[in-house]
């Protein structure tokens, strides 16, 4: 009776400590329990609209700017923002770069502030390209983002915040940049917080839904916080699932004593 009692017990604990591929497998649908010879091959299943993201500009954004003429540069003035912006190496783009200030504006020499705040990088390039025509000859204008960020916390193989040089990054390509997701983490209930138009928002997204691709939090924006949280067997997996065999252990002690005080 008390070996029974004890397999019972170890039983409980290994069962509940499990995870189901309905909680691990990303971008289910109706798919996760179909075995390989279910599934059709070489053929598209279903398509969804892709959707249109392009990141706009704003405050605080650090943006490369670099100006391309045949003017002298005895005459040309964006020769200043054009020296601090070139050269250096990508280490350095945080010190080279033009700060986007609160009003989302950029100063340059001569022309003033120029609003760039809103634009997407190509928009605010052409923007730029219409003022330098005014004063440059045959000039090219090139501007970049070099700042685009985001912080991944929570159960990933890697806590932090990740730097990207392409504005256009999908939630799981953040989170495979950030080193992937652990096992003991809760697919279905990934937080984001995001700041957009001058408040914070926070939403859920479901990565084991295929259907999360056509969420507005499937792009990630600038500033992005990704939050992983974890699942309700995560206590046992990691503490109590490792101590199980003390536990088993312990509890046959208990019923071996209580058998033979009441014997």
Same mark, same amino acid.
Do not use: C, H, W
């Given at each position: 009776m008390t070996r029974i009692l004890v397999l019972f017990a170890g039983a409980v604990l290994l069962f509940s400590s499990c995870v189901t591929n309905k909680k691990y497998v990303y971008l289910q649908k109706n798919d996760v329990n179909a075995r390989a010879g279910q599934l059709p091959k070489d053929s598209v299943v279903r398509t969804y609209p892709q959707q249109s993201f392009e990141y706009l500009i704003q405050p605080n954004d650090a943006l490369y700017i670099r100006f391309e003429s045949l003017t002298p540069e005895d005459y040309n003035f964006f020769k200043e923002v054009e020296a601090q912006?070139? @050269?250096?190496?990508?280490?350095? $783009?945080?010190? %080279?770069?033009? *700060?986007?200030? #609160?009003?989302?504006?950029?100063?340059?020499?001569?022309?003033?502030?120029? =609003?760039?705040?809103? !634009? %997407? +990088?190509?928009?605010?390039?052409?923007? *730029? #390209? =219409?003022?330098?025509?005014?004063?440059l000859e045959?000039?090219?204008? =090139?501007?970049? !983002?070099?700042? $685009?960020?985001? %912080? +991944?916390?929570? &159960?990933?193989? =890697? &806590?932090? %915040? +990740?730097?990207?040089?392409?504005?256009?990054?999908? !939630?799981?390509?953040?989170?495979? !940049?950030? @080193?992937?997701? /652990?096992? *003991?983490? /809760?697919?279905?209930?990934?937080?984001?917080?995001? #700041?957009?138009?001058? #408040?914070?928002?926070?939403?859920?997204?479901?990565? *084991?839904d295929e259907n999360m691709i056509q969420s507005p939090f499937y792009y990630v924006y600038q500033n992005d916080i990704i939050v992983v949280p974890a699942l309700r067997q995560r206590p046992y997996r990691k503490y109590f699932g490792q101590n199980l065999s003390l536990v088993i252990s312990s509890l046959s002690l208990l019923l071996l004593v209580y058998s033979i005080t009441t014997n």
């Open positions: 912006s070139a @050269g250096g190496g990508n280490r350095n $783009f945080a010190i %080279t770069s033009e *700060l986007v200030d #609160q009003d989302g504006m950029v100063l340059f020499p001569v022309v003033g502030k120029v =609003k760039v705040s809103g !634009l %997407t +990088v190509f928009q605010a390039q052409d923007s *730029l #390209q =219409k003022i330098a025509n005014l004063y045959s000039p090219v204008v =090139k501007v970049r !983002l070099v700042n $685009f960020r985001y %912080t +991944v916390i929570g &159960e990933v193989k =890697k &806590e932090g %915040t +990740v730097i990207s040089y392409d504005n256009r990054v999908s !939630l799981p390509e953040a989170i495979g !940049l950030a @080193g992937g997701i /652990d096992d *003991l983490a /809760d697919r279905a209930n990934v937080k984001i917080i995001r #700041q957009r138009n001058g #408040q914070m928002e926070v939403g859920y997204i479901n990565l *084991l």
